[in-house]
């Protein structure tokens, strides 16, 4: 019987999973519950080997195929976000102020549903690890799972991982030779001058100016530092100030922001800049600028060969192309992608609310495409001898 079929079978068993993760969200490094139920469902499935606690919280099955091979791993991430759900589902959160609103839930349910696949089949030559993966949502959960071992330990030769993408047509996979997200960072910005009565801003040193014209300067560093062929951001996403009145200029002003960048050069000359720009603009108003830089994943680069091997399991499901524009959202599933050969495939969610938004929820009609390209990939990468 073909992948797609047995696999149709096995959706309304994986939905009940979904829906199950769903309504019991965990936020990074707190999936515990979550982990519990992932390793009970893989021990029932009878897979040769489950390992938990793996970078913390995570989660790894290790399947052999009917014939010794070369490993192949499969990532899905399982956080939650700090979000109260607005869906008003049967299945919506328990939890208020926390919920599945990135499709985590579908993602580790396909997974499953994939161990369940191949620890029944065996049809392949070689190893599968699934890596149920805690904390992508900012925590650096796979950068924990491979300081502690992860690749080595269970001695991985090429790594995949998939997103449902909202607003693509559901089933349908896409992807990007070389960089597709953006590496983000985040930087806070504390100026302090010196505050005093608004009436007589000659005896004070204004934070607030200042911290206005750094908030705009800091726009030049786009249009007119980094090469215009190359995509790059920089947003300052918070403005605090230390009073809440009409006629008090605050000793300290606080910004927050990140900046995004496709390429490891311009992320270091973007990061130059801001230091620059923010310590030089608050020094020609008489404040001082202390900058604090907060590092995350680095670009989110698939390599080549890897994009047409997704490529051709995605063409045996359903459809998949290799355009998929770059974006600069983010994943630290690109950790693993700079030590080992591999892509991220998006899937299509269909006419959904965007990721990250309280009305959000994981389209069950994608379940059986996203098992059915994970059992392609494993068959056709670890094909068994004619």
């Keep these: 019987m073909p992948v797609r079929n047995r696999i149709a079978e096995m959706a309304e068993e994986v939905t009940g999973w979904r829906h199950h993760l769903h309504a019991h ?213 918070g403005f605090r100030t230390e009073t809440n009145t009409y006629n008090v200029i605050p000793e300290v002003v606080e910004l927050k922001g990140t900046f995004r960048v496709h390429d490891d050069e311009v992320q270091k000359q973007v990061r130059r800049r801001i230091e620059e720009v923010t310590t030089q603009t608050a020094a020609a108003f008489g404040v001082a600028a202390e900058i604090t830089f907060l590092p995350g994943p680095p670009v989110l680069i698939n390599d080549a060969a890897s994009v047409e091997h997704a490529a051709e399991a995605g063409r045996a499901v359903s459809t998949a192309a290799t355009d998929f524009p770059p974006v600069m959202g983010a994943d630290d599933f690109a950790e693993m992608l700079r030590l080992r050969p591999g892509a991220y495939v998006v899937v299509g969610n269909g006419d959904s609310a965007g990721l990250h938004h309280p009305e959000y929820d994981f389209n069950d009609a994608v379940i059986p495409y996203g098992i059915s390209w994970f059992a392609e990939m494993a068959e056709r990468r670890l094909p068994l001898p004619r």
């Design 25 to 237: 969200p965990e936020l990074r490094f707190e999936e515990h519950e979550t982990a519990q139920f992932v390793a009970e469902k893989l021990r029932a499935f009878g897979v040769d080997e489950v390992a938990t606690g793996v970078g913390g919280t995570g989660v790894v099955a290790v399947i052999r195929g009917s014939q010794p091979g070369p490993t192949v791993g499969f990532r899905a991430d399982m956080d939650a976000l700090p979000i109260l759900e607005a869906t008003g589902l049967p299945h919506a959160s328990t939890i208020p102020g926390k919920m599945h609103a990135c499709g985590h839930d579908g993602h580790t349910s396909m997974l499953l549903g994939t161990a369940k696949y191949l620890a029944e089949t065996r049809n392949f030559a070689g190893t599968v690890v699934c890596i149920f993966q805690p904390a992508e949502e900012g925590g650096g959960g796979a950068k924990a799972m491979i300081e502690d071992g992860l690749l080595d330990r269970f001695a991985v030769d090429e790594v995949y991982g998939m997103h449902n993408w909202p607003g693509m047509k559901v089933g349908d996979f896409s992807m990007r030779p070389g960089p597709q997200f953006a590496a983000p960072a985040r930087f806070d910005v504390v100026l302090t001058g010196k505050g005093g009565h608004a009436a007589m801003p000659n005896l004070n040193v204004d934070t607030t100016l200042a911290a206005a014209h750094v908030v705009t300067a800091l726009q030049s560093i786009v249009s007119r530092n980094v090469d215009p062929v190359q995509n790059a951001v920089v947003s300052v996403c």
